[in-house]
């Protein structure tokens, strides 16, 4: 079984200081991993993911993930959080193959910027 | 190009009765997803369409709930009768085939009363 884990239900950064949301996942076989925000009354919008190659995935927003497989995380960063990034962030994991492309989330991070 | 259509986006009802809500995906996206939203909790998948066949619901409560996209374009999710623990946010998802990145609509806010 798949699952996910955001160890942090609140984040709180400075305006302008780097941010840091922590993700990890455990999966069988190799996983394609997602960041999603929500914002209030909207659905999930997808920020990033990741699926091969190069481990730092660039997203929208500017922000960006690094997927580490040794420690089996997926943490979404910022270099420079701005006040509109306040939001609930969610991060997702499924497997490869096609037929099983179930998303299982984490139970979210609130992320707060503080101006 | 337009995102994922669901309606109604809010709805209050008391427990016992029915509902029922609607998606409409991104154009050409074959697959479909509902997934429940909890408050204070991630999204969890109900059921999952390609085309007008069911994929998996493995966690729909068959009881109560009910999905189905006939034409294998929108879909409406039914639950009769509905229980207090029922209240939630449903979310819409679609993808293209074999496309891994699945877009959310707006999301239904059901509360039963």
């Known amino acids: 079984a798949q699952s996910v884990a955001q160890p942090e239900d609140q984040v709180n950064v400075a305006e302008g200081n780097p941010l840091t949301v922590k993700c990890t996942y455990s999966?069988?076989?190799?996983?394609?991993l997602f960041w999603y925000v929500q914002y209030p009354n909207r659905g999930l919008q997808f920020l990033l993911k990741?699926?091969?190659?190069?481990?730092l995935v660039k997203g929208s927003y500017g922000f960006e993930a690094e997927f580490n497989k040794s420690q089996t995380s997926f943490h979404l960063k910022k270099p420079s959080a701005l006040v509109s990034d306040s939001a609930l962030y969610f991060c997702a994991v499924r497997d490869r193959y096609f037929g099983n492309e179930k998303l299982t989330f984490g139970t979210g991070t609130r992320l707060t910027i503080i101006p | 190009e337009a995102g994922v259509a669901q309606s109604p986006r809010y709805k209050i009802i008391e427990k016992r009765q029915s509902v029922a809500f609607w998606c409409n995906p991104i154009s050409g996206h074959a697959t479909l997803y509902w997934y429940q939203q909890i408050l204070g909790q991630g999204p969890k998948l109900l059921i999952q369409?390609?085309?007008?066949?069911?994929?998996?619901d493995s966690q729909l409560p068959k009881d109560r709930f009910s999905a189905e996209r006939l034409k294998g374009v929108d879909s409406t999710l039914k639950i009769q009768p509905a229980k207090l623990e029922d209240s939630a946010v449903y979310l819409c998802?679609?993808?293209?085939?074999?496309?891994?990145?699945?877009?959310f609509g707006p999301g239904t806010r059901l509360l039963v009363l």
């Open positions: 999966v069988s076989g190799n996983p394609y």
């Open positions: 990741y699926i091969t190659g190069d481990n």
């Open positions: 369409f390609q085309n007008n066949g069911v994929v998996d």
């Open positions: 998802a679609s993808s293209q085939t074999g496309g891994e990145t699945q877009y």
